[in-house]
């Protein structure tokens, strides 16, 4: 098993599979028809979970990490793509201060090249 190609999942239809997802996770639906119950979300003292009719082909991005649950209404093959790391906090202020020195190394070329005048 590989991190680029997650595998495939057989869900018959009828049946229901619950599991665990990071937010940010992408479920793809390769075939069939499934609804998407995602991880519930807090309004105030409300739980909001909209659950969502998925096609074949579709894929469908986790905004919330929790439990999803999904109900098959025919048969399907799906993936659930696991989220991206996260960087680390070090890498990313690297990063954002090697961008910021490049363009003042540009801004720097630009002022020091010699005027020049259309009179001569």
Known sequence: MSAAHPP????????SL?????????????????????????????????????????????????WVVLYAVSAVELQLCPAAPAKPWRLRVRQGLAGVLLRLARQLVLLSRPLRRGWQ
């Open 8 to 15: 495939i999942q057989h869900l018959a239809a009828g049946r």
């Open 18 to 66: 619950q599991f665990w997802a990071a937010k940010g996770s992408t479920l793809h639906l390769q075939r069939g028809k499934v609804y998407l119950m995602p991880a519930p979300r807090w309004l105030a003292d409300t739980m909001l979970q909209e659950p969502q009719l998925l096609l074949g082909g579709s894929a469908q991005r986790l905004h919330e990490s929790g």
